[in-house]
């Protein structure tokens, strides 16, 4: 079945450092691929997407690449700040069951000031 | 509402015991979720509602899971004869369009923790 493998936490950074987590992906087809974000307190966010390969989503200054050729997905950030501390999910839905969404375990983002 | 409102927002129940969890999708919205979170994973799949009827239910773990939504509108998730196992955060989602590329809306979740 479909599985989504990202990059164990947690990470913690100083502001304006680079970012990036790792997520990899099971699918069979072209399934569409999320990035969601959860900070404290809060429900899960939609943080940015790609529905098809070599698309690139970004939001908020993240970006991620739907790379077909490697099954990957990896977020990355030039520069953090401090309000970007939360939890993040790699996610995918399948083409078969495309309202069913898939998560990764999640990584847990900490910057320091 | 502003967005999906899960009630409550903690519950401890003993094993055995049966619990009731309530949501409140976004008003308008067809489709609603539930995930259950387990103590760090990632959301897994519980069921899915379009309205009222409830088209898969295929991720609820066994028969004591029950989810109903009688009038398309508010949902319950309940529990019969809890289980530690059971422990986790149950998230709901409303959409407008079920298609998750445009974006669930998530409760900020219950926790039930079985003791």
């Known amino acids: 079945g479909d599985s989504v493998t990202q990059m164990e936490g947690p990470v913690t950074l100083s502001e304006e450092a680079f970012l990036t987590i790792n997520c990899t992906y099971t699918?069979?087809?072209?399934?569409?691929l999320f990035w969601y974000v959860q900070y404290p307190g809060e429900g899960l966010q939609l943080l940015l997407k790609a529905t098809k390969a070599d698309d690139k989503g970004s939001n908020k200054g993240f970006e991620a690449t739907y790379r077909k050729e490697t099954t990957s997905f990896h977020l990355e950030k030039g520069s953090v700040q401090v309000s970007d501390s939360a939890v993040y999910f790699c996610?995918?839905?399948?083409?078969?069951?495309?309202?069913?969404?898939?998560f990764g375990k999640g990584t847990l983002l900490t910057v320091n000031p | 509402g502003a967005g999906v409102s899960q009630s409550p927002r903690y519950k401890v129940a003993k094993r055995g015991q049966d619990v009731a969890l309530r949501c409140d999708p976004i008003?308008?919205?067809?489709?609603l979720f539930w995930y259950q979170q387990a103590l760090g994973q990632g959301p897994e799949f519980l069921t899915y509602?379009?309205?009222?009827?409830?088209?898969?239910k295929s991720g609820l773990p066994s028969d004591r899971f029950f989810a109903e939504r009688p009038e398309g509108s508010v949902s319950t998730l309940k529990i019969q004869r809890t289980q530690q196992e059971d422990s986790a955060v149950y998230l709901c989602?409303?959409?407008?369009?079920?298609?998750?590329?445009?974006?669930?809306?998530f409760g900020s979740g219950t926790r039930l923790t079985v003791v």
């Open positions: 989602a409303s959409t407008l369009i079920d298609r998750t590329d445009y974006g669930y809306t």
């Open positions: 509602f379009q309205n009222e009827a409830q088209l898969d």
């Open positions: 008003s308008g919205h067809v489709s």
């Open positions: 996610a995918l839905s399948g083409r078969g069951s495309n309202y069913k969404l898939t």
């Open positions: 699918a069979t087809g072209y399934p569409s």
